[in-house]
């Protein structure tokens, strides 16, 4: 059997195989595998019809659907860089995406479109935008010149054969965008190797089969959604896509569609386990995979009573090396606390800050090794410079011979290890606010509250909360010169900029300015401590 090496194969080396076999459902429609690598044949020629050079970068702003799925492997497949965009940001987020990466293509929709008008007269590189329908006119979406051209779906499907740029496993494939712990989104540089390599650990210790149906309840945008896609085909699975209002959506779906495999994040489960289970899911539901954050025990001992035949998979990723451990179903009883031990095709290690291993239950960083570690963060050395490390030799896999260096990752979380090799998450080295499964940049918060013009000053950080695993507070002065903003004035201009889980669950407004630390800066963590040590009650972290 034909291995994949570039991430397009893990489609057209399963056509290959089993034409018939149904790769995509959406709503009532199904895809086979041969229609989908017809498809993505297609738009890949169409892409470079319109004279797209090697490794430009295609961004594609949509809801999950078929369009969404062919666009992410036509663009690598012609030699391209394909850049998926949470469907829930706003314009403004979806610009800074645009033009940081210098994002030549977008594939959209008509409504999206509207939405993005403005702010793509800011994105100068941008030369194209393909309409994922065809039902509207483009000419509706404004009369006046623009500096991009629109072209409806079929057009770029019906284009001349154009040969494809040539395209190595160490070229890159995509860029996921992240939030850092300050700033704006950066860019996270995956090569057709990392997303192969992902793929197939992934499907071995989850022992995917042809015969699975895994359920894309994720954004597509992040690294375990998009997971769901490029697992599935390594083995030659259905993958169902769906679009959820509601938690009972997704039940509903894994009890039509027969899904086997589900993977999400905490607050979801604790959703769906308010709900009433449809008796298809015990039947069919083969195992479900927890990522984005801790799944409370009680949460997990609930989800193992309502489908008592399905294994539980806990795992530990970021999405610099896609992922990193995942805790056996055999081993949940025994080491119920533990995110396990690396997935297969990785290595982890716990390093002190000289570099050197850390003893048997010392705290450490995680660092990770292997053919997982990203590329960097686009156009960021600096930020490149931080996460992504040369090992030191003597580390296991680095005997001192070796001459040229190995890039690791070093997450920037603590963990220990214990005697039998199993790992434990003790905390964060950053500030980043983890909520609902989405990583928020405090900074890229604050730069929305300035930008509303409704406060003078402004800190944002996360607080412990059971269910989201954090939330956002606000600590804020009034804007100069102006009256006293309300909090129902601040949350409504938030909720016209910023995607619902970004939003905050409380503001405080203290008198100005707020403190700073001996550079000058807004000391966010002084403050942070000062606004919990002034709570009724000590908030608590969800319990292990």
């Known amino acids: 059997m034909l291995q994949a090496t570039l991430l397009p194969e893990l489609v057209i080396h399963t056509a290959q195989r089993r034409p018939d076999a149904v790769a995509l459902s959406y709503g009532a429609e199904h895809w086979t595998y041969a229609k989908v690598a017809d498809q993505m044949a297609a738009l890949a020629n169409g892409l470079l019809h319109l004279g797209l050079q090697r490794s430009e970068r295609v961004g594609i702003y949509l809801e999950k659907r078929f369009e969404t799925v062919l666009a992410s492997f036509a663009a690598p497949l012609a030699g391209l860089v394909f850049v998926p965009i949470n469907p829930l940001l706003k314009a403004d987020q979806v610009r800074h995406i645009l033009r940081d990466c210098q994002v030549r293509l977008l594939v959209t929709s008509p409504e999206r479109l509207a939405t993005l008008k403005a702010a793509l007269s800011d994105c100068p590189d941008l030369q194209h935008v393909v309409l994922s329908a065809t039902a509207a006119d483009p000419a509706d979406l404004g009369a006046e010149p623009q500096h991009w051209q629109v072209t409806p779906w079929q057009d770029i499907l019906n284009s001349p054969y154009r040969p494809a740029h040539r395209v190595i496993d160490t070229d890159l494939a995509a860029i996921l965008y992240t939030s850092g712990s300050t700033g704006l989104p950066k860019g996270v540089m995956l090569s057709h190797r990392n997303l192969v390599a992902g793929a197939t650990s992934v499907a071995s210790y989850l022992d995917n089969q042809p015969d699975d149906t895994l359920l894309a ?293 203290v008198a100005g300015p707020l403190p700073r630390n001996a550079n000058g800066k807004i000391d966010r963590t002084a403050i942070k401590r000062d606004w919990l040590a002034r709570q009724p009650t000590p908030l608590q972290p969800p319990q292990t």
């Not at 009573?305 to 990193?324: D, H, I, W």
């Not at 964060?428 to 909520?435: G, L, N, S, V, Y």
């Not at 300035?450 to 406060?455: I, K, N, S």
Request: aromatic fraction near 8%.
């Open 217 to 509: 309840a994720l954004p597509l945008s992040f690294d375990a959604g998009f997971s769901q896609l490029s697992t599935a085909f390594s083995v030659g699975a259905r993958v169902v896509l769906l679009n959820y209002l509601l938690p009972r959506d997704v039940l509903r779906a894994m009890a039509q569609e027969k899904v086997t495999g589900l993977t999400a994040v905490p607050p979801l489960y604790l959703q769906l386990l308010t709900l009433d289970w449809p008796e298809a899911t015990r039947e069919h539901l083969r195992y479900f995979a927890n990522t984005g954050g801790h799944l409370p025990r009680e949460a997990l001992t609930q989800l193992r009573q309502r489908v008592p035949q399905a294994k539980p998979y806990l795992m530990y990723g970021l999405t610099e090396a896609f992922r990193s451990t995942y805790l056996p179903p055999g081993d949940v009883d025994l080491k119920p606390n533990s995110i396990g031990k690396a997935i297969p095709n990785a290595e982890v290690l716990v390093l002190r800050p000289d570099g050197s291993a850390c003893a048997p239950d010392e705290p450490g960083e995680l660092v990770h090794r292997g053919a997982l570690v990203a590329m960097g963060y686009w156009n960021d050395a600096e930020k490149t410079s931080e996460r992504f490390k040369p090992l030191p030799a003597g580390l296991p896999g680095r005997p001192a011979g070796l001459q040229l260096p190995e890039v690791a990752v070093f997450s920037g979380d603590t963990v220990r290890q214990d005697a039998d090799g199993y790992l434990y998450f003790v905390g964060r080295h950053d500030e980043m606010i983890k909520t609902s499964g989405y990583r928020i940049s405090p900074t890229e918060v604050e730069d929305i509250l300035y930008a509303t013009q409704l406060v003078g000053e402004c800190v944002a950080f996360g607080v412990p909360h059971m269910s989201l695993g954090q939330t956002i507070q606000i600590i804020a002065t009034s804007p100069l010169f102006e009256r006293a903003t309300s909090q129902n004035d601040l949350i409504s201009a938030c909720k016209n900029r910023m995607p619902a889980y970004m939003l905050p669950s409380g503001i405080d407004w």
